[in-house]
């Protein structure tokens, strides 16, 4: 599988594979370049979503831990309290959405599968959290939530082009393409 027929996103286009024309040791290792920070975020998010939907003081609206509690103790030094105010209607519910929207995540991530709509999740997730728990943080870089949001760019770019269900995919269609040539 080539670069170019990999990402689907024109790099490797020159001759050689790779971008500008480079080798084809270049080409490879641009197709592994995504792979750790993809099992990074997979993990990461897979476990911060087991960990919200496992801890029962999280998914209430008060008390010591509770979403709740963290969400009213934000809304002062959040960058759009409103989000805040929208989250403290039913922070159950928006415990389990944000619970549920972070293993989604992380699988999608980590299986490949649908990994633009994964990565787009990852990062909306991320830029809510920095635009209401993490605003506050300074100097802006102590917020983790930041850094996490601009992990996810990359793969909302190239997708996964490599270990993933969506490169099983792309690879079925253009046989199935090639085939379907050789009948016409």
Do not use: C, H, Q
């Amino acid at each position: 599988m080539s670069l170019r027929t990999g990402l689907g996103t024109g790099l490797g286009a020159g001759p050689g594979g790779g971008p500008g024309g480079g080798t084809d040791a270049e080409s490879r290792r641009l197709r592994y370049a995504l792979v750790p920070l993809r099992l990074f975020l997979g993990i990461t998010f897979v476990y911060a979503g087991l960990d919200k939907l496992t801890d029962p003081a999280f998914l209430a609206a008060d008390g010591p831990g509770s979403l709740g509690e963290l969400m009213r103790s934000a809304r002062e030094g959040a960058g759009i309290p409103g989000l805040v105010d929208l989250a403290l209607k039913s922070p159950v519910g928006f415990g389990w959405a944000m619970a549920l929207g972070e293993l989604a995540v992380g699988i999608g991530t980590l299986l490949g599968m649908f990994a633009r709509v994964a990565a787009a999740g990852g990062a909306l997730i991320s830029l809510s959290l920095w635009l209401t728990v993490s605003w506050a943080s300074t100097p802006y870089y102590y917020g983790n939530d930041l850094p996490y949001l601009m992990a996810w760019l990359p793969l909302i770019v190239a997708g996964a082009p490599l270990f993933s269900v969506d490169a099983l995919r792309a690879r079925r269609r253009r046989e199935r393409a090639r085939r379907d040539a050789s009948f016409s």
